[in-house]
Nanobody, 122 residues
Framework: QVQLVESGGGLVQAGGSLRLSCAASGGTFSSYGTGWFRQAPGKEREFVAHISSSGSVTAYVDSVKGRFTISRDNAKNTVLLQMDRLQPEDTAVYYC???????????????WGQGTQVTVSS
C-alpha cells in the first residue's frame, strides 16, 4: 500500500513562495492521480490541485489558478506543489492523497499523508 509524506511547509510573508513535496513509498505510485488539499482552522478540507498519473492532466481550484503549479516525477515517486504569490488566505495544513474515485472531492481520494503546515503572514 502506498504511503505519502508531505514536506516543505513553513512560514512565509505574503507574496512569497513555497514548494511542497509529496513523497510516496510502498506501492505503485505512478498508477494513481494525486491531489493536494488544504484545511484551515475551523474549515472543511478543500481541493487545491490535481495531477493525473502520467502528469498530462492538471486541475486547480479557481483561487490558486495562475499562482500554484502541480507537477510530478514518477521516477522519484514525488508530486510537487509550487506555490507563488502566497496570500494569508492560503494559510492551512496541506495534504496530498491518491485519487481512487471520480471528481476532485475529499471522498474520491485516499492514502492521505499527515499534512504540512503553511502559514502566510500579512
Amino acid at each position: 500500500q502506498v504511503q505519502l509524506v508531505e514536506s516543505g511547509g513553513g512560514l512565509v510573508q505574503a507574496g512569497g513562495s513555497l514548494r511542497l513535496s509529496c513523497a510516496a513509498s510502498g506501492g505503485t505510485f505512478s498508477s494513481y492521480g494525486t491531489g493536494w488539499f488544504r484545511q484551515a482552522p475551523g474549515k472543511e478540507r478543500e481541493f487545491v490541485a490535481h495531477i493525473s498519473s502520467s502528469g498530462s492532466v492538471t486541475a486547480y481550484v479557481d483561487s490558486v489558478k495562475g499562482r500554484f503549479t502541480i507537477s510530478r516525477d514518477n521516477a522519484k515517486n514525488t508530486v510537487l506543489l509550487q506555490m507563488d504569490r502566497l496570500q494569508p488566505e492560503d494559510t492551512a495544513v496541506y495534504y496530498c492523497a491518491l485519487h481512487y474515485g471520480n471528481g476532485y472531492y475529499v471522498g474520491s481520494y485516499g492514502s492521505w499523508g499527515q499534512g504540512t503546515q503553511v502559514t502566510v503572514s500579512s
